[in-house]
């Protein structure tokens, strides 16, 4: 069967599996669709496409009932050149609604006029728009999920304007925003702001749920059933979220307490990352079923996901405080490090007064005479918070792994295990094993290293699921030792 002949028949469906993965361009209508559209054209009618870009690109305008600029991000980067590629990617998950064109090529070492030479010839589109088009797919999110005022949508979305805003509005989509608010006219603002972020299934919830709890950030982070609660603090405000799984519609239910609406893009990028809902769990479990004992673990984890944490400062200084001692333990030293260190007011927050995660700057000014840790330790903490403030590495996502493993390997007291458990965590590196880190060292006594590394670029899945098969099998062997 043709590779369009299994996206049609995925397309009748309603495949969640496939949203995202390509976008159905109806003919007769000139409007594209994402393959759980409702919607049914006929055979001879569509034709199919890899991503959004390449829709719009033929001429196609986005669909108003299935809204494709909602659909999972694919893991596929768009464009041919490694700078287009690695640009577009960091497009998609730019956690800000301001944008400098010369700052952005920047980060890719070219200037701003030859990226948009590159993105023209590549995929027909500049950086800014591409940007901007993010923008506008936020407003109409809002505007159809929410109960945000308008004029409020507009602002969120980064418009300064109303009258620039309700123009390109309709130029992106053909329809006012009052008229496409008007189709949500049972929308109730006293229910609070709630987002629906989509994602592919199979999706491990639970895996990840289980994986925060163990990993909780002091007060910051707390579970119901079902639910993960957490504080955050952005732009010197302060506020909190709730994060549920709605299974029947293959999607991530946000519910969001914060004074500033324009942060709520920020609030969807992190959650997307923290649940890392830009993956594609099929081309995972293709990989990883080679092995029969690995395919055994998957199916009791279908659609694992990789565990990071909502800030990848508070999961790399986690990692130190937790080299050579239990996860209760480690996570004991972090509570009491927030206690000690941070300089914010505390919130009151699940019943308590929560103090905030401290800055680097909190850490290195503060007195960790009582943090009940070694002193080799405490110095390794000072130390990396130094690093960070003199710019000497970074925490961002899309760097050189191995370029950052060798700079902060440089750090007195962070070895290969703190190295590569922040590169899997904090960088959200996907093919980064801790092969000594002590739960998965104990599964590589039952399986391959050899399998294990073929399975790249997907090592870091492996070592979710090691995590979260083996981890109570090592606590009954140390309750025998006893």
């Known amino acids: 069967m043709k590779q ?48 959004h870009i390449d829709a719009e690109k033929a001429g196609f305008r986005p669909c108003m009932r299935c809204r494709p600029e909602s659909a999972p991000q694919s893991p596929a980067w768009i464009g041919k050149s490694a700078v287009v590629r690695r640009a577009v990617k960091i497009l998609n998950s730019q956690d800000t609604i301001e944008f ?42 809002l505007l159809i999920e929410t109960a945000l005022p ?48 989509p994602y592919r299934p199979p999706f491990d919830f639970d895996g990840l749920i289980k994986s925060y709890e163990n990993h909780r950030i002091g007060n910051l982070e707390w579970f119901e059933e079902g639910k993960m609660h957490r504080v955050i603090s952005m732009n010197g405000k302060v506020g909190q979220i709730a994060i549920s799984n709605d299974p029947k519609n293959a999607s991530l239910i946000v519910e969001i307490d ?106 290195i000014a503060a007195d960790l005479t009582s943090l009940k840790t070694t002193r080799a330790r405490k110095q390794t903490l000072l130390a990396f918070c130094s690093a960070l403030c003199e710019n000497k590495f970074s925490l961002e996502s899309t ?32 093919d980064t094993f801790p092969a000594s880190d002590l739960i998965l060292a104990r599964a590589l006594e039952k399986h391959s290293k050899e399998i294990i590394n073929k399975m790249s670029p997907w090592r870091g899945y492996v070592a979710a699921l090691f995590w979260l098969n083996y981890a109570n099998s090592l606590k009954k062997k140390k309750a025998v030792k006893k």
């Not at 995929?123 to 999110?141: C, D, M, S, V, Y």
């Not at 949508?153 to 309709?170: E, L, Q, Y």
């Not at 809902?277 to 395919?295: G, Q």
Request: proline letters at 5%; hydrophobic letters at 40%.
């Open 258 to 363: 914060f004074p500033d609406t324009s942060i709520i893009h920020t609030i969807i990028t992190r959650v997307r990352n923290l649940f890392d809902l830009s993956s594609d769990p099929v081309v995972i479990a293709n990989v990883l079923e080679v092995d029969v004992e690995i395919k055994k673990l998957l199916k009791q984890n279908p659609g694992v996901r990789l565990p990071s944490g909502w800030d990848p400062f508070e999961v790399a200084i986690s990692a130190i405080l937790g080299q050579l001692v239990s996860i209760e333990f480690g996570r004991s030293l972090v509570y009491d490090l927030i206690e000690i260190a941070s300089k914010e007011a505390s919130v009151l927050a699940n019943g308590k007064m929560v103090k905030l995660f401290p800055t680097p700057k909190d850490i």
């Open 399 to 430: 760097q050189d792994v191995d370029e950052f493993l060798k700079k902060i390997q440089q750090i007195k007291g962070i070895g290969p295990w703190t190295a590569h458990y922040i590169a899997l965590k904090a960088l959200r590196n996907t």
């Open 150 to 197: 308008i004029t409020e949508v507009a602002f969120s979305s980064g418009f300064s304007s109303i009258r620039r805003f309700n123009d390109a509005f309709k130029d992106r989509f053909k329809k006012s925003p009052g008229d496409t608010r008007r189709t949500k006219a049972t929308l109730d603002i006293k229910e609070g702001l709630k987002i629906l972020i």
């Open 100 to 141: 400098n064109e010369d700052q952005f090529a920047e980060q890719f070492g070219v200037t701003a006029r030859h990226l948009r030479r590159l993105f023209a010839e590549e995929i027909g589109k500049t950086p800014k728009q591409l940007f901007f088009e993010n923008r506008l797919n936020l407003a109409r999110k």
């Open 4 to 51: 369009e002949d299994i996206y049609y028949q995925a397309m009748l469906a309603r495949d969640y599996r496939f949203d995202g993965k390509f976008f159905v361009g109806v003919k007769t209508t000139g409007i594209y669709c994402r393959p759980i559209c409702p919607a049914k054209p006929k055979r001879e009618n569509v034709e199919f496409f890899s991503s």
